[in-house]
């Protein structure tokens, strides 16, 4: 099996986009954003370059993909504006009309209503197996999105072939719960991909305790399971403080452009510098 993430946060924008080649392709949550706003700013020119770049990225890998899969309708995981990346593909999405809010089932409606014209299939996901060739796809019960539901539910998915195993956690902000990183677990991963805590929204809509369980629930799945490479990006790479949160825990895992052998560009996080403003800006 061979993984390739496509772009990450720690790559320059949003998206977890993920390229799995086994006997057969997969394309997992093939989409890209930006924050329309950080520190009071708009993106710098530099990212929306990245962002046309990734998109690119995107687009060629979905040419020679079997599979794609949808683990929610976030725009940094979901995107109308290319449905050929759709095209003749088996699309395995989040069920739009089961443990969801009220803004992913409305976008969820319009994107299905405009993939279908174009997908080969489309299969609700949720707690399901699927068998391709010699490679299971294994999906978990609908997650929330974070310690509540309040952003609506996320699917985890577990890819193996005859060699390993491989986890992409979606959105779960570094798994504060511990039926998120029960999933993982049990699956025992050979590496996983897994957003990070939102430590940049610290003590506002991610608290304390949620970074105290990430971290302790993380810390489990290297006791509990042999993992060979842990990687953590994200939401974890929208703070430049981001090493100095998860403490020692930076010693063991890799974001996604260190996982390819790049540097860390984080580009949303160093906004401020990209336009030359004081960190007090």
Known sequence: MKIIP????????????????????????????????????????????????HKRRIERYSEISDIVIVTHY??????????????????LVKNPERD???????????????????????????NRNFIFGDTLIRFSPPSPHGSSAR?????????SDEKRTFVFT???QGAPKK?????????????VFMDGPMTYMLGYAYSEE???????????????TEIKRFVI?????????????????????????????KKNTPLEAMRRELFGKSSDA
């Open 210 to 224: 949620d970074l105290k369980n990430s971290i302790e629930n993380i810390t489990k799945v290297f006791e509990e």
């Open 151 to 159: 952003l609506g539910y996320v699917l985890e998915v577990a890819i």
């Open 100 to 126: 969801i809010n009220r803004s992913q089932r409305l976008r969820a409606e319009r994107f299905l209503s405009t993939i279908s014209e174009v997908a080969s299939s489309i299969e609700f996901a949720d």
């Open 6 to 53: 496509l772009a990450f946060d720690s790559m320059g924008t949003r998206s977890m986009a993920t390229f799995v080649k086994s006997d057969i392709r997969i394309l997992i949550d093939p989409s890209v954003s930006l924050a329309p706003k950080r520190y009071g700013l708009p993106p710098h020119e530099k990212e929306i370059k990245r962002l046309e770049m």
């Open 170 to 172: 979606s959105d779960i």
């Open 233 to 261: 990006d994200h939401h974890l790479l929208r703070d430049l403080k981001w090493e100095d949160r998860i403490g020692d825990l930076r010693r063991k895992i890799f974001t996604a452009a260190e996982y390819k052998g």
């Open 179 to 191: 039926d998120q990183i029960s999933f993982i677990i049990e699956n025992y991963p050979d590496i």
């Open 74 to 91: 976030h725009y940094d995981h979901h995107s109308l504006e290319n449905p050929q990346i759709y095209e003749d593909k088996v699309v």
